[in-house]
Every structure is written in structure tokens, then in C-alpha cells.
């Protein structure tokens, strides 16, 4: 950002008066394509969309994807085999994959790498807190028995293994060492906490994390994943607070996956790049969001942070009068900024002025000079007449007919 803009900006962000979160960069993980597919009203898009997502997150810079469950089913394979194949075309990105700590899911593990060619890395999962152990009749010791003997089986076909326990959010300490240690000592060179049912807040989040590097790591080459959903609305402050101990979080494009969803993944990119965190071109995300919105029917609302259709566009007219102000400057950066608090132009948008009931006459003037009309007192008036006795917004073809409207 421009340093002489900087100057007309005070960030309280850096203020420095309050204890300072210590949010970094990380390595992001996309599971768009697996946990984001479970969202109960999501539609699975075609082998093709999925390999074009892979793709455009590739550009954004993500470093892997979750690309579905070999477990599932036969079809489910084929395509991750497909998939983690497109993967060798990419510059960054690689592909893991989902499976329970059952047999089953294990040998479809090892069928996908083996047949792609691929060594995917594999993310073996299992519930770990008390509610839901009470609930599926579990014993520890079998659960261990189950770690162990799936951990031991990839690691032992030279597959990267991430240990992942569900609702790790809710469950005890001793539990938790127990299975990790377990999976570390089976060969696991990652380990996963996840939110499974958004009950974290940021301060759980970072006193689970700190006990994940405290009492489980301890030094020792093993990385930590984070893996948050949005139960309580907490998806992408807990990804961000997750950011300073963890070393991969977890996002899904448009928040998509189980009831609410997971972390949004392009919201998490933008915060991370306006932090100064990454510097990357981020225009991709219009393209990635869109395709996930009309393939996995999936609507993204209009007032969707950065992404929705009013993001920035206004027809108030305080608001309008100061983006005209700084257009008329010649400043597309001013226009930007001065009345939004993430420049449109680091996704590849622009602000966008339109006429409503809202709307003062510097909306009506900037509208018609920008489309070649000349703002006469009769035409001005004659728009202005339109916008006050409609409900909403004038749409383009309605503004254009006040304009040519014949003069009294």
C-alpha cells in the first residue's frame, strides 16, 4: 500500500497500547474439496471444476488441498487418484487426503498413492473428547490399538502421515497425549487439532495450541495443523489466532463444509495480506469463490466481506460524495481507502458508484460523466426524481432512462 496514503490513515491496529496478538504467516491448507463438500446443501462439482479449483489455489499461494476420502467409496478413489495426478502439474500445492484409523480407509490410502503415483499425504482421523467416546461406546485402549495400527501401515508404505483428533476442542489432556503420542511414536510428522463443532474461542484456541507445543511436541520435528468450523461465528478469528502457534490452518473457500462450515479461506488470505503477512496477487479469489458458489450452489450474499456483489459498490450519499472526491483527484488508490477498509483493487475489483434513494447529486453528476452523459440541471434532476420515489437501488437501464427522458 502507498506509504503517502499510509500517512492519512491512523491504525489502531498497530497502536501498541494493548498486549499484541502475534499472528504470523503460516502454510494453509484448503479443504474446499473435502470437508467443504460435506456441507449438507452443497452440491459436488465435476472432476473438471475440482482440478480448475486446484489450480486457482495454486495461485493464491495455498500449499495443499485436502482432495476427498478414499474410503468412500470406489468412484471416491478414482478421483483422488485423478486429482492428486493434476497436482504434479502445479508450482506449490499438494494433495492429502481424509481417512478414519480403520483398515478399510487405510488400504484405499495406499491403493490412491500407489495408482496416482503420488505420495499423498494422508490424514488419519479419530474422535477423541469424552462426549464422544460416551457416545460410540469407545475404550481408550482401542482407540490407541486403532492409531497405532493405521499410523504404523501408511508410514510403512512412505506416506506422509498427519494424526488428526476430531473435537479436540472439548476433550482432556491426558486423552489427547495419549493418542498423539502414540500416533508420533507410530511414525505421524504431523499432528491436528480441530474445532470439529465450532466450540473454541480464540483464548481456546491458543491455550490448545500452546499445550500442543508444550506437552506434545516439545521440540521434537513434528508440525501442528489447526482445523476450526464456524458454530459460533468464531471461524476466522480462531484461524487467525491459530496462526501464532500453529504451523498449517485449515479454510475452506466461502466458510463452505459440515452445518455452518469451516474457517472462510479467502477471508483468512485477504487479512493475512493486508497484516503484511503475504504479499501475493490475490485476484484469483473473485474466480475461486465464483466457481465454488455456482458449482457447489453455494449463494454468496451480497454483503459477503471483500467477495459479495455490495462489497463496494455504494449509493449513500456521504459515502458516494467521498469516493467521487478522490476520483476527481485522479487518486484510484484514495478512492480505494477512503471509505473501505480493504482496498477493492487487492482482489482485482473497484469501487463502484450506482443511485438510489440514498443517493445525493454527486452520485447522479460522476454516474453520467462516467458514461458519457452530460450532466445538465434537467437530466440531473430528472434522475434524482427517479431514485428518491424508488424503494432499492436504480438499475443501469432505469437510470439511463431518466437521463434520455424528453425535457418537459
Given at each position: ?37 460435506q456441507g449438507p446443501s452443497v452440491r459436488n462439482p465435476s472432476t473438471a471444476v475440482k482440478k480448475r479449483l486446484l489450480h486457482l489455489m495454486d495461485a493464491l499461494g495455498i500449499d495443499s488441498a485436502d ?191 459440515e452445518r455452518v462450515g469451516n474457517s472462510p479461506m479467502d477471508q483468512l488470505l485477504v487479512n493475512l495480506y493486508l497484516w503484511g503477512f503475504i504479499d501475493r496477487d490475490l485476484s484469483p479469489l473473485v ?122
Open positions: 500500500m502507498s506509504s503517502d496514503l499510509d500517512r492519512l490513515v491512523y491504525d489502531w491496529n498497530r497502536d501498541g497500547r494493548a498486549q499484541k496478538a502475534g499472528y504470523r504467516m503460516v502454510e494453509l491448507d484448503d479443504e474446499t474439496l473435502r470437508d467443504g463438500l482432495i476427498g476420502l478414499p474410503g468412500a467409496s470406489d468412484r471416491a478413489r478414482a478421483e483422488i487418484v485423478e486429482l492428486a495426478r493434476e497436482t504434479t502439474k502445479l508450482s506449490k500445492l499438494r494433495p492429502n487426503q481424509a481417512i478414519r484409523t480403520h483398515p478399510t480407509d487405510v488400504r484405499g490410502a495406499i491403493r490412491a498413492a500407489v495408482e496416482s503415483g503420488v505420495p499423498i499425504e494422508t490424514c488419519a482421523f479419530i474422535g477423541s473428547s469424552p462426549i464422544r467416546r460416551y457416545a460410540e461406546d469407545w475404550s481408550l485402549d482401542a482407540m490407541l490399538q486403532n492409531v497405532e495400527d493405521s499410523v504404523t501401515a501408511l508410514a510403512q508404505e512412505g506416506l506422509p502421515v498427519m494424526f488428526v483428533t476430531e473435537d479436540t476442542t472439548r476433550a482432556d489432556p491426558a486423552t489427547l497425549v495419549a493418542l498423539y503420542e502414540t500416533a508420533i511414536a507410530c511414525g505421524a510428522k504431523r499432528i491436528c487439532f480441530s474445532d470439529t463443532v465450532g466450540h473454541a474461542t480464540p483464548d481456546g484456541v491458543r491455550n490448545l495450541l500452546k499445550f500442543a507445543r508444550d506437552d506434545i511436541v516439545r521440540g521434537r520435528d513434528v508440525k501442528v495443523d489447526f482445523h476450526g468450523h464456524n458454530d459460533r461465528g468464531l471461524g476466522l478469528v480462531n484461524a487467525l489466532a491459530a496462526t501464532e502457534l500453529a504451523d498449517r490452518v485449515h479454510g475452506c473457500a466461502l466458510g463452505i463444509g474466480e475461486y469463490v465464483q466457481l465454488v458458489s455456482r458449482e457447489c450452489g453455494v449463494e454468496i450474499p451480497p454483503s459477503y466481506p471483500m467477495l459479495g456483489s455490495d462489497a463496494f459498490r455504494t449509493a449513500t450519499g456521504v459515502h458516494a460524495a467521498a469516493v467521487v472526491k478522490a476520483f476527481r483527484k485522479n487518486d484510484r488508490a484514495l478512492a480505494d481507502r477512503v471509505y473501505s477498509g480493504v482496498p477493492a483493487s487487492v482482489i482485482g475489483r473497484e469501487q463502484l458508484i450506482e443511485i438510489g434513494p440514498m443517493s445525493g447529486e454527486s452520485n447522479v453528476v460522476f454516474w453520467l460523466e462516467q458514461r458519457g452523459y452530460e450532466p445538465t440541471r434537467e437530466r440531473v434532476d430528472r434522475v434524482m426524481a427517479a431514485a428518491k420515489a424508488s424503494d432499492r437501488l436504480l438499475t443501469e437501464d432505469e437510470v439511463r432512462a431518466a437521463a434520455e427522458a424528453p425535457s418537459d
